[in-house]
């Protein structure tokens, strides 16, 4: 898992973070959110708006208004299009969550673990008008648990703080929240079981307390609904039937919101 290390960025300057900054200074932001209207990843965005399509089980492709491009959990493949995102990230899971063999021309590919075990790992870079960081998190493995063995990675741009939680095994603890900061979209493994159990994913997004969440993760409509059931109580629910959104931060929901999306790798007639 060493040949696709070279081009990860882990001894950079930092970057400041606008999430954290205002993480204490902007807690109750709400607006109205909006969904796309449109699936094609290759339309133009708005200056001031992100769209996040849902490719498959922990996989999105996140895009910027400045043509900045990730996709989370990158398996290697995003659909039948000719088309290389800037960044990949990748978690410490199994081949769902990560490739052996990425394309070599993406410029960034983030893996959520470090070299040796335990070691974690740190990225903090911008690209075009992205930033994209993470903050570690423990992992269960065959020896019982790998210290800091994934990755929550954190999406920045247009004013948003967009976070992935990946293959999450356990509540953050104080210090990793702080790290999280303001988060405005959270994509949550909601399988139950796999990844955190269902009591403490929603206790840990109530806490985050993001204006929109986006399940993923999940392996059938029991486990999805009864996540939904178990956030009904402080979150709106809404089946969008859609694959992808849009949205800026003025236009998040004034109700924190969770937003069902439907997974559908990328086709070339888009």
Request: proline residues 6%; charged residues 20%.
């Amino acid at each position: 898992m060493t040949g696709f290390a070279a081009n990860a960025q882990t001894a950079q300057p930092r970057i400041a973070s606008h999430c954290i900054a205002l993480a204490q200074s902007a807690p109750g932001l709400t607006y109205l959110h909006h969904a796309s209207e449109t699936d094609n990843f290759r339309a133009p965005l708005p200056e001031f708006d992100v769209r996040i399509h849902y490719l498959s089980h922990a996989s999105f492709l996140i895009q910027s208004p400045g043509g900045a491009s990730a996709v989370t959990d990158y398996t290697g493949y995003i659909g039948n299009v000719d088309f290389l995102p800037d960044v990949v990230t990748m978690n410490h899971a199994h081949d769902t969550h990560w490739t052996a063999f990425p394309d070599p021309a993406i410029p960034h590919v983030l893996k959520g673990w470090g070299e040796s075990f335990g070691a974690g790992i740190d990225h903090n870079l911008m690209v075009k008008d992205m930033k994209v960081r993470n903050v570690s998190t423990d992992i269960r493995s065959h020896s019982g648990v790998e210290p800091e063995g994934n990755s929550i990675f954190v999406f920045e741009a247009a004013g948003l703080c967009i976070g992935h939680l990946g293959h999450l095994h356990h509540e953050p603890d104080a210090a990793q929240y702080a790290a999280l900061g303001r988060m405005d979209v959270v994509m949550a493994p909601v399988d139950g079981g796999m990844t955190l159990d269902l009591d403490t994913m929603t206790k840990v997004l109530k806490r985050l307390r993001a204006s929109v969440v986006i399940p993923m993760h999940w392996f059938g409509r029991y486990t999805l609904d009864r996540f939904l059931a178990d956030m009904s109580d402080q979150f709106a629910i809404e089946r969008t039937g859609k694959h992808s959104l849009q949205l800026s931060l003025r236009d998040l929901p004034k109700t924190p919101t969770v937003v069902v999306l439907e997974p559908r790798h990328i086709e070339e007639y888009e």
